[in-house]
């Protein structure tokens, strides 16, 4: 039995999604610029699905920049604040995705603070807003759900903040687009981000929602593509594929919630009983945690190191963190950043609505034999 288990990493496309994508790469060739019949074609697809994107979010179409994905919508927003809305600091936290962080810490003169957070990543609300208090231009930069720990952001009362300080607010939505009703007047944020790829739809397309009032420049060059704001050919079938993808995704988000969090507490239920020394890293309790991601760390045992391999050996493939990390011999910064014991073994499992009962009981009788067999 091979078991799917890395779904924050990426998810598996939809049959529709692969569907859509197969009818516009066969049916719509012309580039959407050309003026000609085919060009018109192709731009009215791109349009059709920035309207039907801005309405599943209850944004406005012109709010919607399509992307290559969550990196450069985040790198986008940020550059964007900076760039045109006069920002000279951003407040963020040390546990933030890379696409956040080395972005940060890219843009010249302009200062960094780190606002506290705790041992389940959730952010220090009070030292956020003493942070505000200095009256700088300010961008503040959280993630609404982490990648690794699943720990959820109160991004309502983190807007809240942000409003009351005239800072700007940019929240990386990555891992809870299309797993959660978002709706962006409700979340107030300035700037959120997506990746199709992690709601079942292709990877290399994502975009960027800015609200409208503010001015965005482009951080890619070339021609007057998404009305100026990003340069080269628009990448039509993945547009087609996102605009499907989320249309699946938002149908019964409520569903989706209820299955794959059922799978999830089973999951913390079955290690907790069965292996002992388990606990789990970031906020476990449902309201206070993304449904799609556990982050387990196990007791030490004989060839700790080699657990996600003898995992992968077995047919159950998850991961230490972050895939954008893979093969990089730092560990994990945002378990370093919550004070987590990194000399134990810490494995994410991540589950998507297509994760099975019988999947999750396969991956725990691999975990006996590959944990609990080997304990010291």
């Known amino acids: 039995m091979k078991v799917y288990l890395d779904n924050a990493a990426t998810t598996p496309m939809a049959p529709e999604v692969i569907d859509r994508m197969a009818e516009v790469m066969r049916d719509n060739y012309g580039n959407p610029s050309s003026t000609h019949s085919f060009g018109r074609d192709s731009k009215a697809i791109i349009e059709i699905a920035r309207r039907e994107v801005a309405k599943m979010i209850n944004a406005e179409a012109k709010e919607i920049i399509f992307t290559s994905g969550g990196t450069e919508a ?20 040390t546990i933030e995705h890379h696409a956040v962080g080395h972005s940060i810490e890219s843009m010249k003169d302009v200062k960094a603070d780190w606002v506290n957070v705790s041992d389940t990543g959730q952010v220090d609300m009070n030292h956020l807003e003493e942070l505000l208090k200095t009256g700088e231009k300010t961008l503040v930069s959280l993630m609404h759900a982490n990648n690794e720990i699943g720990t959820l952001l109160d991004v309502k009362a983190v807007s809240a903040l ?3 300080y005239g800072a700007y607010f940019h929240s990386d939505t990555v891992q809870t687009m299309g797993h959660y009703q978002i709706d962006v007047k409700d979340l107030g944020a300035d700037f959120i981000t997506c990746a199709a790829h992690k709601f079942h739809g292709p990877k290399g397309i994502g975009f960027l929602f800015a609200k409208k009032n503010l001015n965005v420049t482009p951080i890619i060059q070339g021609g007057a593509q998404e009305r100026g704001l990003r340069g080269g050919t628009e990448n039509l079938i993945g547009i087609a594929g996102l605009a499907k993808a989320l249309e699946l995704a938002t149908e019964d988000v409520e569903g989706h919630i209820d299955h794959v969090q059922g799978l999830k507490t089973y999951m913390m239920d079955q290690l907790t009983e069965k292996v ?10 449902p309201s206070k945690s993304l449904y799609t991601v556990l982050n387990v760390c196990f007791p030490p045992f004989e060839n700790k190191s080699m657990l996600l391999f003898l995992m992968d050996l077995k047919g159950v493939a998850c991961s230490g963190g972050s895939a954008c990390t893979s093969g990089s011999n730092t560990g994990s910064h945002v378990l370093r950043g919550i004070n987590a014991d990194t000399e134990r073994p810490n494995t994410r499992f991540s589950f998507s609505r297509y994760t099975t009962k019988d999947e999750i009981d396969y991956a725990i009788s691999i975990i006996e034999e590959v944990v609990v067999g080997a304990l010291v």
């Not at 985040?74 to 936290?93: E, H, L, P």
């Not at 002992?276 to 309790?285: I, K, L, N, Q, Y």
Request: with cysteine.
């Open 74 to 93: 985040d790198n986008m927003a940020i550059a964007c604040a900076v760039k045109d809305g006069g920002v000279t600091r951003i407040i963020s936290s």
């Open 162 to 164: 942000c409003k009351k």
């Open 276 to 285: 002992p020394g388990v606990s789990f890293h970031g906020e476990t309790e």
